[in-house]
């Protein structure tokens, strides 16, 4: 039977935390179980497989990710509206470094609530991107340039990349307006 207390969500829920502690690589079923007191065996019944609770994570990042994003967005447009929303990436990116780990990678062929989760959040920076003279058909690849400028920026930063004495958020702010200049023109 199982644990009282214990269900699907609160396992994803720990799940999440600890993959924060530990990087997503580095969560097992093993160190989840000690986590929330059951033995390995056990917590199958709660989630069926790492992969499944891996992909509950990604779900319940992306919507938390989504939040913070909107929440940084709402009321500002333009270079602004870009300026909080890399800046609420970032900071998202880096204090929850094992469920960003988790947002990366595309739903599977066919999970619609993976799919939905994500799409909460790409929704964001296209309203964003609204918000510049572009052409229509540019949204998507204006979107991904954004979105591969922020991800390899707080990648390597996340990992111990920039070692050099100069001012790391300087340099994002940088990069932030690089790429407002790049989608105002």
Known sequence: MPRAGLAPASVIA???DLADEVGLAGLTMGLLAERVGVRTPSLYKHVDSLDTLRRGIAVQAKRELGAALARAAVGRSGGAALHAFAAA???WALDHPG???ATVR??????????LAGN?????????LTGFDRPDDTRID????????????TS???????????DVDRSYRHLVDVLVTALER
Request: proline share 6%.
């Open 14 to 16: 720990a799940g999440a």
């Open 89 to 91: 990436y970032r900071r």
């Open 99 to 101: 469920r960003y780990a």
């Open 106 to 115: 595309a739903p599977a062929p066919g999970d619609e609530e993976d799919l």
């Open 120 to 128: 909460e959040t790409l929704q964001v920076l296209l309203d964003i």
């Open 142 to 153: 204006d979107a991904r340039m954004v979105r591969s400028a922020l991800h390899g920026f």
């Open 156 to 166: 390597l930063e996340g990992g111990g990349g920039f070692g050099m004495p100069q």
